[in-house]
T-cell receptor, first 114, second 113 residues
Framework: QQQVKQSPQSLIVQKGGISIINCAYE??????FPWYQQFPGKGPALLIA?????SEKKEGRFTISFNKSAKQFSLHIMDSQPGDSATYFC?????????????FGSGTQLTVLP | KAGVTQTPRYLIKTRGQQVTLSCSPI?????VSWYQQTPGQGLQFLFE???????NKGNFPGRFSGRQFSNSRSEMNVSTLELGDSALYLC????????????FGPGTRLTVT
């Protein structure tokens, strides 16, 4: 019930293309869904996050699409750039109580070719 | 505002030893969470502290422990190190337990030989 499944494991996109990473969850108690970007040798950096009361959130070239009924959410990177090459993690957090732990997906290694 | 800082950045220890890692959260943040990152298991939650109290603990053996000080700085300790403890240990801070945004530090790379 705590698992978050992420796909694909790796993704290669041409510069200017759209990168799409998908995540699915089982636990309907999750109420907060962030995406993190991690470069080699660095900690994960918060990219964008969404709550289940909205179906889409856009920040610059990054968009989260959320489908509550399907229990799926995805990250779209528009006009992908070589500088976007990194590992991306989706995550989910259970609502209520004092526990604020994040459950992470397994990560997607994105390579954007110049 | 300075980000989350972790010390040391790299550490090499021998099996059976113990290690202490330190984390200083973003100024004003009172919650600190620790995660272990390995290629095989990914990012796994260790524990969370808020106001010097452990609020939640992940599925790790008792060799992993932590604490938080009154200034919100946190330490985690691993005793009787095993080869499988080699990992990147990440600390994340947030304003409170009600805040969704967690900000990660650069991590401490622990190698156990």
């Amino acid at each position: 019930q705590q698992q978050v499944k992420q796909s694909p494991q790796s993704l290669i996109v041409q510069k200017g293309g759209i990168s799409i990473i998908n995540c699915a969850y089982e636990n309907t108690a999750f109420d907060y869904f962030p995406w993190y970007q991690q470069f080699p040798g660095k900690g994960p950096a918060l990219l964008i996050a969404i709550r289940p009361d909205v179906s889409e959130k856009k920040e610059g070239r990054f968009t989260i699409s959320f489908n509550k009924s399907a229990k799926q959410f995805s990250l779209h990177i528009m006009d992908s750039q070589p500088g976007d090459s990194a590992t991306y993690f989706c995550a989910a957090r259970r609502g209520g109580g004092s526990a604020r732990q994040l459950t992470f997906g397994s990560g997607t290694q994105l390579t954007v070719l110049p | 505002k300075a980000g989350v800082t972790q010390t040391p950045r790299y550490l090499i220890k021998t099996r059976g030893q113990q290690v202490t890692l330190s984390c200083s959260p973003i100024s004003g943040h009172r919650s600190v969470s620790w995660y272990q990152q390995t290629p095989g298991q990914g990012l796994q939650f260790l524990f969370e502290y808020f106001s010097e109290t452990q609020r939640n603990k992940g599925n790790f053996p008792g060799r992993f422990s932590g604490r938080q000080f009154s200034n919100s700085r946190s330490e985690m300790n691993v005793s009787t190190l095993e080869l499988g403890d080699s990992a990147l240990y990440l600390c994340a801070s947030s304003y409170g337990t009600g805040s969704g945004e967690q900000y990660f530090g650069p991590g401490t790379r622990l190698t156990v030989t």
